[in-house]
């Protein structure tokens, strides 16, 4: 395999997310909350969202891992907050297909910090951890429209 | 082989999968706490196995199946011999060290142990070592005891006698830890048990790697390892029990070569060892595990562990030079094993790997399946470097050269 370069890993973006998290704390009335782990590393996150009608209200998150792993959840909490169910959605969906190899995600503005994250699909075992915050979003929207559907019947 | 004729860099010739680059650089593998690199004469006598003597074992009247039974008996002496067991009837084929851990909580544990009885294991157990009794205690009632560790990641045995009660059935404690690589007082824990008539299992997954194991010596009731830490296959694995116990233990797993008539409604048990190897076990891995024996028996436990203790404590002096970097376990070197578990800075272990093995250098990080360790230094995970026979100081070289790279990143 040919050897990937530390320096497209290890982005001093990443780094200061690492070392000053974004949105990292408890969130007071939240409505949804899904805690993950990788239990092959010990990585973990608890992941918490307060949503309103279709609208992301605010979001924060707990837990402790690499930098990659923790990273990545700080710099998808800036894209959250605000958005649409259909904008997480699709945030994730984007996120995933830069992991998997895709090239014209990385041009997409709408990724914001994450596009620093790129490099770490040259890294086949740590795409999990890029990827552990965005399965927790996926489980807590899952969850939610659950919530939602229960709720109308 | 005698100390002085102790070469690893000839060793490191027998060791195929040393001899390869990883990223362009030469492999400096660290990560044999986990599972070792495997000599040509094992490798050979499994495809020779495979080419010549394939068969089923006590099934077969042809030539075949009697050469496969000859040598997988055979292997079955070697190991016996490996850890001074009276005979070859009291050593059990099993997958690993975690299926004859499971075996004994099963087939002993579900017979001997009841409601508001104790089994007795430490807070530095792998998770192969700790979560078998929990299935035990939650099946039976029982309530599952821990022995604490200090913070030099020692047992702490002062209070064990309070630990140890008349309802105490089982005690099971690792040799060596694999996280810490702290090498127990077994038979300190031996007679204490003894004293209040628990019988003692040992997980000897690693203690059998990196120590002479005598099971008479340590005067323990089961002894579990397995093969793949100690140049052998993958797969394959021995418990080691008392013969009378065994004896009068019920079978763990149902099936063919474990009986000896069967009915409609019940059957009758074949002879120890055979009552608890059900199915076609795996051949080729016993096989290759006493061929593993016979190439580690030639060079000598003795002069293999003087080298290990030389690079750890080469190994030792070199990291504790490094700014940031914290080693766990006991700092003596006479109750250390060939394990380093380190962390450094607020580098992850896990970046720390990433970063190592862009340098060709293999070690383990994380949980090192012992949360209950990781938790009790309150850290999340850990780097480890763990050696072997073939490792030299150059490896250890390496690693330090690889986390002068992870502190130019994260320092
Ligand atoms: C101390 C200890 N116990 C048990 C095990 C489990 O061994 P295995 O997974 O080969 O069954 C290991 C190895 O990982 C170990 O180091």
């Known amino acids: ?153 | 082989m005698s100390i002085e004729d102790f070469d690893p860099i000839r060793i490191r010739k027998d060791f195929p999968a040393l001899d390869q680059t990883v990223h362009g650089k030469p492999l400096a593998y660290l990560d044999n706490a986990a599972t070792s690199q495997k000599p040509r004469a094992v490798l050979d006598v499994l495809s020779e196995y495979y080419e010549k003597d394939n068969a089923n074992v006590h099934r077969g009247i042809h030539e075949l199946s009697r050469r496969a039974t000859v040598a997988f008996e055979a292997a079955r002496e070697k190991v016996a011999s490996w850890i001074n067991a009276p005979s070859a009837a009291e050593c059990v084929w099993t997958r690993g060290t975690t299926e004859a851990i499971n075996l004994v909580a099963t087939a002993w544990g579900l017979d001997h142990v009841g409601k508001g009885d104790e089994i007795l294991i430490s807070v530095m157990e792998h998770h192969s070592n700790i979560v078998p009794w929990q299935l035990l205690a939650a099946r039976t009632g029982a309530t599952l005891k821990y022995i604490e560790i200090d913070d030099e990641g020692r047992l702490v045995l002062d209070g064990l006698e309070s630990l140890l009660t008349e309802r105490t059935k089982i005690v099971s404690i690792s040799d060596v830890s694999n996280s810490l690589g702290t090498i127990n007082p077994v038979k300190k824990i031996v007679d204490a048990s003894r004293a209040v008539g628990a019988i003692v299992m040992v997980d000897g997954a690693q203690g059998v790697v990196h120590t002479k194991v005598d099971v008479q010596d340590l005067g323990c009731d089961f002894y579990a390892f397995g093969g793949h830490k100690m140049c052998g296959p993958t797969g394959v694995g021995v418990l080691w029990g008392r013969l009378e116990l065994l004896e009068a233990m019920s079978p763990f797993q149902g099936g063919g070569e474990m009986i000896q008539i069967v009915g409609r409604d019940q059957s009758s048990w074949a002879a120890v060892p055979h009552k608890f190897e059900a199915g076609t076990p795996n051949i080729a891995g016993a096989i290759g595990l006493g061929a593993a024996v016979d190439y580690l028996s030639k060079i000598g436990t003795k002069a293999i562990s003087m080298h290990e203790n030389e690079i750890m404590a080469y190994a030792m002096e070199q990291l504790s030079l490094i700014p940031g970097l914290r080693i766990f376990g006991p700092s003596s070197l006479e109750d250390r094993s060939a394990v380093i578990s380190f962390t450094m800075g607020d580098a992850h272990p896990h970046d720390i790997s990433t970063i190592l093995d862009t340098e060709g250098v293999a070690i383990r990080a994380g949980h090192h399946c012992a949360q209950l360790v990781m938790k009790h230094f309150g850290v999340p995970a850990t780097a480890r470097a763990s050696f072997y026979l073939y490792s030299t100081r150059e490896d250890v070289d390496r690693l330090v050269k690889g986390l002068d790279q992870v502190a130019a990143i994260f320092g």
Do not use: W
Not at chain 1, 25 to 45: F, S
Not at chain 1, 64 to 82: D, E, F, N, Y
Not at chain 1, 134 to 145: N, S, T, Y
């Open chain 1, 1 to 153: 395999m040919e050897t990937p370069q530390l320096s497209s890993l290890y982005q001093q973006l990443i780094l200061e997310h690492y070392r000053n998290p974004r949105n990292k704390g408890e969130l007071e009335e939240k409505t949804v909350e899904i805690h993950m782990a990788n239990p092959v590393c010990g990585d973990e996150i608890r992941l918490q969202l307060r949503i309103e009608g279709n609208r992301i209200e605010d979001v924060k998150f707990l837990g402790s891992g690499c930098s990659i792993s923790q990273a990545s959840v700080s710099m998808m909490t800036i894209r959250l907050k605000g958005s649409s169910i259909d904008q997480a959605d699709e945030l994730a969906k984007r996120f995933t297909d830069m992991m998997h190899g895709d090239e014209s995600a990385v041009k997409e503005k709408s990724l914001g910090d994450l596009r620093a994250l790129q490099g770490v699909s040259k890294f086949p075992v740590r795409i999990k951890c890029a990827l552990l915050g965005f399965d927790a979003l996926q489980e807590a929207l899952k969850k939610e429209a659950g919530v939602v559907e229960e709720g109308a019947t």
